[in-house]
């Protein structure tokens, strides 16, 4: 499994689990005298109800290495966070004003587009990469073939092994050679 199939799965059961618990056993109605922001209350609340066990699922199955438990957990962190925004913002535009929850979902609806964004991002690329493993035809391996070492190209113009050396010297010898000096390129 990869590791970031992991990263996900955790991060995605340990969001479920709180989600959950807190939709089905920490939820509150709105009684406040806006009837737009009650609303938006119920509908915050029942989307922690569905969102976290929607979570667990995709946790779960990104810990048995499903690529859809990667696609259910940005669906379902992506609209977790947009409701949470809505939640926190409601209450500015609604005239109840901002209390702790709305500041908390604040933050945690930042924290939840940016792992839908993770999320989607990881599953777009492992999906494209996925594509390209099944759509490359098969290639035949080319043979190996030495490359020739610089130190093993002799010029002409020097005496062959086991010859003595030029009475000139090396480099004498090397200077009256006329053409281009040998190339290692393997050819």
């Not at 056993?25 to 989307?47: E, H, K, M």
């Not at 926190?88 to 587009?113: D, H, P, Q, R, S």
């Amino acid at each position: 499994m990869d590791h970031r199939y992991r990263f996900i799965a955790s991060q995605s059961l340990f969001a479920g689990a709180l989600l959950t618990i807190y939709g089905w056993f920490l939820s509150a109605r709105g009684i406040s005298p806006s009837d737009a922001y009650n609303t938006i209350v119920d509908v915050f609340y029942w989307t922690l109800r569905v969102g976290g066990p929607l979570m667990l699922l995709a946790g779960a199955a990104c810990f048995a290495g499903l690529r859809p438990g990667i696609f259910i957990d940005a669906a379902a962190a992506g609209i977790c966070g947009v409701m949470m925004l809505v939640y926190a913002l409601a209450g500015v535009f609604t005239g109840v004003g901002i209390g702790v929850n709305n500041l908390l979902a604040l933050v945690f609806g930042v924290l939840f587009l940016s792992s839908a964004r993770r999320s989607m991002e990881y599953y777009l690329s492992s999906r494209r990469a996925h594509a390209n493993v099944e759509a490359r035809p098969a290639r035949e391996a080319r043979p190996v073939s030495e490359a020739v070492h610089p130190a093993s190209v002799r010029p002409a113009s020097l005496p062959a092994e086991g010859e003595p050396p030029p009475a000139e010297g090396y480099l004498a010898a090397l200077a009256r050679e006329n053409e281009d000096p040998p190339s290692a390129a393997h050819k």
